[in-house]
């Protein structure tokens, strides 16, 4: 792959069906080990339903993007504005045999730069994901906090994760 084949686009409805396959595909390769296969199952039933994803389109808050490279969707990411203006990056998903391509970078590089005004990213990640964290440490993030996924008891262990973008 070269950056040239690498399309990043505003998701569409018709993209859905593909982007909850690669978000299905990933959290069971990411998450298996962590979970088990049984609760990853519960969670991307939840989380990634075509209805739940639908939701996410064309919010003004934020952008939910995707990652081509001819006519597959290869990533995914979306992000959005808190109130202390913070871009929040709620997702960040490239396909596993894609992944070390330069596509999740790309991706990360494209989702923050929607929010231009931002003082800082943040990011929650699981606890336990050692590839994510330090693909984000070499991004430029680093450790915030630890937490459970927005304050919830059924989810994962998060860490809070930010990074300056702008001086202050």
Not at 64 to 89: K, N, Y
Not at 111 to 137: G, K, M, T
Request: proline letters at 4%; glycine letters at 6%; aromatic letters at 8%.
């Amino acid at each position: 792959m070269t950056q040239k084949d690498l399309i990043i686009r505003d998701a569409l409805a018709a993209d859905l069906p593909a982007v909850r396959s690669l978000l299905v595909e990933t959290w069971h390769d990411t998450y298996d080990g962590i979970y088990g296969w049984r609760r990853v199952a519960e969670i991307t039933n939840a989380w990634h339903s075509l209805d739940a994803l639908n939701a996410q389109l064309g919010r003004d808050s934020g952008v939910f993007l995707i990652a081509l490279l001819g006519e597959e969707v290869v990533g995914t990411a979306s992000a959005r504005r808190e109130p202390d203006r913070a871009a929040m990056l709620t997702r960040l998903y490239v396909t596993p045999t894609r992944q070390g391509e330069g596509i999740g970078r790309t991706l990360l590089q494209v989702a923050l730069a929607c929010f231009p005004d931002a003082p800082v990213a943040r990011l929650e990640v699981e606890s336990q994901n050692e590839l994510a964290i330090a693909f984000y440490e070499r991004m430029g993030f680093f450790l915030q906090r630890q937490a459970r996924f927005d304050g919830r008891e059924d989810t994962p262990n998060t860490l809070i994760m930010a990074k300056r973008l702008v001086m202050i």
